[in-house]
């Protein structure tokens, strides 16, 4: 089972920073906070990863609270291409599976 | 980089027959996935294999389905006799290590209809 909660759905003007909340308050200390979006009928794609520290790439940016129990992922400057579904994940990584939930379907509005 | 390559990316066959999904990982990766989604269960994992050895396969539904990965580059997904209710989009995935764990990246999937 999916160890974490997120929304169902989110709206977010084009250009304006998308913040996508997870809440994932059973998390292990040696577990990673994973963020893969899918958009429709493709593969699901690799965001960010983070353990406990804030992390921020070429794609988005992922805010960890200082107790681990929740994150937030924040797409900048939001287009239309990022309309997708996004999975907040928690995993040990290494060969342990990751388990996808239902997710946030993020709509970005022109 | 190439990605993760599935084929073929559509199938539609009829109910009984032998079904053979592809996935070459992206080269260097030495784990690769196997999930299955459909709308009533979402995306979830069939099988993994790390060093093409098949590690947890608690996930493949019975024993209609099996998986092989003869070498680092290349992995079947079989499915002998399909039915209808396998009718899902099928998704290939290989990991590397990235600051400290591991990160999978997913190929495009196969769409497979059961008629």
């Known amino acids: 089972d999916a160890k974490t909660t997120q929304p169902t759905s989110m709206d977010c003007a084009e250009g304006r920073a998308a913040n996508l909340p997870c809440n994932h308050s059973t998390i292990s200390g040696n577990e990673y906070v994973y963020w893969y979006r899918q958009i429709h009928s493709q593969g699901p794609q690799y965001i960010i990863h983070?353990?406990?520290n804030n992390e921020t790439n070429e794609m988005a940016s992922l805010i960890i609270t200082e107790d681990r129990k929740s994150s937030t992922l924040i797409l900048p400057h939001a287009t239309l291409r990022d309309t997708a579904v996004y999975y907040c994940i928690v995993s040990k990584g290494g060969s342990e599976k990751l388990v996808f939930g239902k997710g946030t379907k993020l709509t970005v509005n022109p | 980089d190439a990605g993760v390559i599935q084929s073929p990316r559509h199938e539609v066959t009829e109910m009984g027959q032998e079904v053979t999904l592809r996935c070459k990982p992206i080269s260097g990766h030495n784990s690769l996935f196997w999930y299955r989604q459909t709308m009533m269960r979402g995306l979830e994992l069939l099988i993994y294999f790390n060093n093409n050895v098949p590690i947890d396969d608690s996930g493949m539904p019975e024993d209609r389905f099996s998986a092989k990965m003869p070498n680092a580059s290349f992995s079947t997904l079989k499915i002998q006799p399909s039915e209808p209710r396998d009718s899902a989009v099928y998704f290939c995935?290989?990991?590397?290590?990235?600051?400290?764990?591991?990160?999978?990246?997913f190929g495009p999937g196969t769409r497979l209809t059961v008629l």
């Open positions: 995935a290989s990991s590397t290590r990235d600051r400290g764990t591991d990160t999978q990246y």
């Open positions: 983070g353990l406990k």
